[in-house]
Structure formats: C-alpha cells, structure tokens
C-alpha cells in the first residue's frame, strides 16, 4: 500500500528532526565523557512509608551511550515546555527516540564525524538567551531542570547540544546522497489515492524593489581604518576571537567568537569565500567589502578542503540623510509605476539595488523551497504584514526594513493569487518531488537503522522490552 502523505510527514518529524526542539547545537563527543563506569541511583520523588522508592537506573545502552529513566522523564518535560501535549505519548515512545538518538552519536563517532566545542558553546548561550527569555531567570531554569545549581546544567545542557548535534550530523550524512529522479516522482504521485492527495494553502508570488541608503566613502574609510587596527593587534598577538565577540556585527557567529567551519560548497557570499580560501593557515586577511559590510578573516585551520576560520563584520553607519534620500528615490519609483511610466517589473530590473533580485523584475524566491511560490500561513512576518492586505497588481507604501542592523527601504506587489488546492501534478511538482524525495529519505533511514541495530552493541532493561517499537531494538 503506498505511503500516504500523511504518514510522510509524520515519519519525517518522527526519524528526521530532533525530538528536543529546544536542545540543538554542535561537537564531537568522546565517548568516555557520555558514559560512566558506573552510575549512581538518585531518588526521583519524595520517599513516604507508602510509596515505593523510585531511582534512577539505567534502562538502555546503545554503544557507549546509556539512557537512564530520568531521560525519559525529561523526554516528557522538553515536549511540555514547548506547549506541547504529552498526554497521548508514552514512555515507550520517548524511549524509542532516544534509543534513535543515541545510535546516531554513537556511529557518528565511530564514522570521526566531528564538530568543535566552540560551536556548542556558541549554540548553547544562542539558546540559553532565549530560553531565559520564556522563563525569566537563570535559578528558574535550573530548577524547571531539576538541577542543584547552574554549573550543574550548564554541564548537562553542554552534554545534551553535543549529542543533538552528532545526531543532526549522523542524519545529515545518510540522506545527502539520496537523489530523485522526476520518474521517481511521478511513480509516487501515481501511487497516491485520490483521497488522499495533500491539499496546498492559499500562496503568493511577490515582487520588491529594494532602494539602500548610500554609505559616503568617509564612513567607508572609518570601518576599514578600525578593522586594520585589529589586525595590527591580533598579528602582534591580542585575542581574534575576543574581538570577533567584542565587536563583529554578525550575528551568527560573534557569540562564537567569529568562528565557521566551512567547505567551497558552503552558501557563503563569494567575495567571502574566494577571501577565506586565498589564506594560508594563521594568516589574516586585509579588509574586504561584501554585501553585508566589511571583514576581516583570521584561518585557523585547513583541513584538505573543509577550513576553520574566524572573522569580524562591521557595516559603516547610515546617515539620517542617507535614509531620507532613499526614502524620497523610492517614493519617486512607485509614483512612476503607478503613473503607467514604467512597469513594476522594468523599475526592479534598473532602479533596484538588490542584485538577488533585480534580474528577475524583483520577484522574490522561497528560500525553502527554492521556487516563487509562498504560502500564506506561512510566510516570513516581514513579508506578510506587507502583502497580506494588498490587491493583485496593488503597490504597497514604502516602508523601512531593519534586519540584523541593515536598514533599507522597500516596496512590494503581488503578482499572483493561487488558492487552496488539491495537489495537481504539473502545477506542484517542485513540492510533490520534495514529498517523494522524503520518502526516499526515509526509506534510507530505515534501512541504515536495520544495518547498525545489528551491528551495535544495545541492551534494554526487561521493564521495556515489550515496547512498540518501530525498529527492531530487541533484535528478535
């Protein structure tokens, strides 16, 4: 019987995406530091004259991984706190994913697969600072973790990102040789009952014209002079890292000390690539300019064709005056579409300065899905508010966009409707390949998982070996 969408999006969430939403990041896990000699036995709850005493044991091994009860009673506690729901999920079920897990950090240090701590620590404060933002205060984090004190779970916290991330790693390394052909694509469609062919949301097509405020070559000169002066001092032996987190303007990396790891495959801008791989080990760059603002690149490391690399951003300042005359410039632009002097499409492909869309009359494309079409429900916020009440063909009021420091202005126009519909082949392919494509992936999971099960040492206390399981934990 063919795999219904339904099913797929289930499987996808259930064997692709951590199960920990909240608990993600990176680094290489030596398998000493997961498990111990020996673990001791703490009590779970309040001991009374009529209540069994409940400890903390050990209920399943994977490799050199142990899952202990009290992990799936954190299972429980990461699903609440997402305003989830666990009241139809069992504790087979948690225990089921983290037995998934712990297979995939343990084979993904038997395969070298490594990521550095610097990562995870970067990850952990990106995430801290936003959970510290939902609760309130670092005592009640750690007591909503039942934790003794902070060191305590910044320790567990650390743990726990370093094996997400071994695990997202792990998955990343099964699928990404997985391909599909549009035969493929077609025999899956094919398979689908009309019943239960997936309905599409409402979606957009919009177009923009993006106008920046000019930056004057003073300003320019002011960047560049404060980025040599770092320089000058890292080459005589100050810190990079510390002024990458002291100063770069970036907001992916400067918690981190500026730090990436990356490959020529990387989706960085090219002036950035072409700079970072023009160094040789512990050089720095000069100054450079990309669209983002100007940088300086320190390599660390060069290993084959993968290089470890810190870097320092800063954008020269906008004016009041810059931003006034940009404003004015597309006020200009949209009275002459509107006149009938030009055509929206024609204005973006000559008067628009961003160059990612300029060449296709300003429309914009879905960055997950890699085609024009956006749906509604879920589209990005800063798009939405703008589009959402807009008429076909009806040219939205400029309006000033500050993402990540950089200011501009914009305006926008949809240039096309599509309601709700059942999937049709011709009209939704790219989204019907990537419901095959996953199923695919799944298929390749699946089997991977029936290859290493076998081949991994894995024991199950005799409390849960009569679980549902979806794979073959006890090795019947």
Same mark, same amino acid.
């Given at each position: 019987?063919?795999?219904?969408?339904?099913?797929? &999006?289930?499987?996808?969430?259930?064997?692709?995406?951590?199960f920990?939403?909240?608990?993600? *990041?990176?680094?290489? =896990?030596?398998?000493?530091?997961?498990?111990?000699?020996?673990?001791?036995?703490v009590? /779970?709850?309040? =001991? *009374?004259?009529?209540?069994?005493?409940?400890?903390?044991?050990?209920?399943?091994?994977?490799?050199?991984?142990?899952?202990?009860?009290?992990?799936?009673?954190?299972?429980?506690?990461?699903?609440?706190?997402?305003?989830?729901?666990?009241?139809?999920?069992?504790?087979?079920?948690?225990?089921?994913?983290?037995?998934?897990? /712990?297979?995939?950090? +343990?084979?993904?240090?038997?395969?070298?697969?490594?990521?550095s701590?610097?990562?995870?620590?970067?990850?952990?404060?990106?995430?801290?600072?936003y959970?510290?933002?939902?609760?309130?205060?670092?005592?009640?984090?750690? !007591?909503?973790?039942q934790?003794?004190?902070? $060191?305590?779970? @910044?320790?567990?916290?650390?743990?726990?990102?370093?094996?997400?991330?071994?695990?997202?790693?792990?998955?990343?390394?099964?699928?990404?040789?997985? $391909?599909?052909?549009?035969?493929?694509?077609?025999?899956?469609?094919?398979?689908i009952?009309?019943?239960?062919?997936?309905?599409?949301?409402?979606?957009?097509?919009?177009? #923009?014209?993006v106008? !920046?405020?000019? =930056?004057?070559?003073?300003?320019? #000169?002011? =960047?560049?002079d404060k980025?040599?002066?770092?320089?000058?001092?890292?080459?005589?032996?100050?810190?990079?890292?510390?002024?990458?987190?002291?100063?770069?303007?970036d907001?992916?990396?400067?918690?981190?000390?500026?730090?990436? !790891?990356?490959?020529?495959?990387?989706?960085?801008?090219? $002036?950035?690539?072409?700079?970072?791989?023009?160094?040789? %080990?512990?050089?720095?760059?000069?100054?450079?300019?990309?669209?983002?603002?100007? +940088?300086?690149?320190?390599?660390?490391?060069?290993?084959?064709?993968?290089?470890?690399?810190?870097?320092?951003?800063?954008?020269?300042a906008?004016?009041? %005056?810059?931003?006034?005359?940009?404003?004015?410039?597309?006020?200009?632009?949209?009275?002459?579409?509107?006149?009938? %002097?030009?055509?929206?499409a024609?204005?973006? @492909?000559?008067?628009?300065?961003?160059?990612?869309t300029?060449?296709?009359?300003?429309?914009?494309?879905?960055?997950?899905t #890699?085609?024009? +079409?956006?749906?509604?429900?879920?589209?990005?916020?800063?798009?939405?508010?703008?589009?959402?009440?807009?008429?076909?063909?009806?040219?939205?009021?400029?309006?000033?966009e500050?993402?990540?420091? !950089?200011?501009?202005?914009?305006?926008?126009?949809?240039?096309n409707?599509?309601?709700? +519909?059942?999937?049709?082949?011709?009209?939704?392919?790219?989204?019907?390949?990537?419901?095959?494509?996953?199923e695919? #992936?799944?298929?390749?999971?699946?089997?991977?998982?029936?290859v290493?099960?076998?081949?991994?040492?894995?024991?199950?206390?005799? %409390?849960?070996?009569?679980?549902?399981?979806?794979?073959?934990?006890?090795? &019947?």
């Amino acid at each position: 019987m063919p795999l219904k969408i339904a099913q797929i &999006k289930f499987m996808t969430n259930k064997v692709m995406l951590p199960f920990f939403l909240l608990l993600f *990041s990176l680094t290489f =896990v030596n398998a000493q530091e997961i498990i111990k000699d020996s673990v001791v036995t703490v009590a /779970k709850e309040p =001991v *009374s004259s009529t209540k069994k005493l409940k400890v903390d044991g050990v209920v399943a091994t994977v490799g050199d991984y142990i899952i202990l009860d009290s992990d799936i009673d954190k299972g429980f506690l990461e699903i609440t706190s997402q305003g989830g729901s666990a009241k139809d999920v069992t504790r087979c079920q948690v225990l089921g994913k983290l037995l998934e897990d /712990k297979l995939y950090a +343990h084979q993904a240090v038997q395969d070298s697969i490594i990521v550095s701590d610097a990562e995870v620590k970067g990850m952990m404060d990106e995430r801290l600072n936003y959970m510290l933002q939902q609760i309130g205060t670092m005592d009640k984090l750690v !007591k909503y973790y039942q934790k003794d004190s902070e $060191e305590e779970f @910044r320790t567990y916290f650390f743990d726990v990102l370093k094996e997400q991330k071994l695990t997202g790693e792990m998955t990343k390394k099964i699928v990404e040789k997985v $391909e599909i052909t549009p035969e493929e694509v077609r025999d899956f469609f094919k398979k689908i009952p009309a019943a239960d062919l997936p309905v599409f949301g409402a979606e957009l097509e919009v177009a #923009q014209i993006v106008i !920046k405020p000019k =930056v004057t070559d003073a300003d320019k #000169q002011k =960047v560049i002079d404060k980025l040599n002066g770092f320089r000058t001092e890292c080459l005589a032996g100050s810190s990079f890292a510390t002024k990458a987190v002291l100063y770069s303007e970036d907001p992916g990396s400067s918690k981190n000390g500026g730090y990436y !790891k990356m490959t020529r495959k990387t989706p960085f801008v090219k $002036e950035f690539k072409d700079v970072a791989f023009s160094l040789a %080990e512990g050089e720095i760059s000069e100054p450079f300019e990309t669209t983002f603002g100007f +940088h300086i690149i320190y390599v660390e490391k060069i290993k084959g064709q993968e290089i470890e690399l810190r870097h320092i951003l800063i954008s020269p300042a906008v004016t009041q %005056e810059s931003l006034k005359e940009a404003k004015e410039k597309i006020t200009l632009i949209r009275k002459k579409i509107l006149d009938k %002097e030009i055509t929206f499409a024609e204005a973006a @492909r000559t008067m628009s300065d961003e160059k990612e869309t300029r060449a296709n009359g300003g429309a914009l494309v879905n960055p997950k899905t #890699q085609d024009t +079409h956006f749906e509604l429900t879920n589209m990005d916020p800063s798009i939405y508010s703008i589009v959402s009440n807009l008429k076909d063909n009806e040219i939205s009021l400029p309006s000033l966009e500050d993402k990540e420091g !950089k200011k501009d202005y914009k305006i926008m126009v949809v240039t096309n409707r599509i309601d709700s +519909h059942t999937a049709d082949y011709a009209k939704d392919y790219i989204k019907i390949k990537d419901l095959a494509l996953k199923e695919k #992936q799944i298929k390749a999971i699946a089997k991977w998982f029936d290859v290493k099960i076998k081949d991994t040492y894995i024991k199950i206390v005799d %409390e849960y070996k009569d679980c549902p399981f979806a794979n073959n934990w006890i090795k &019947k």
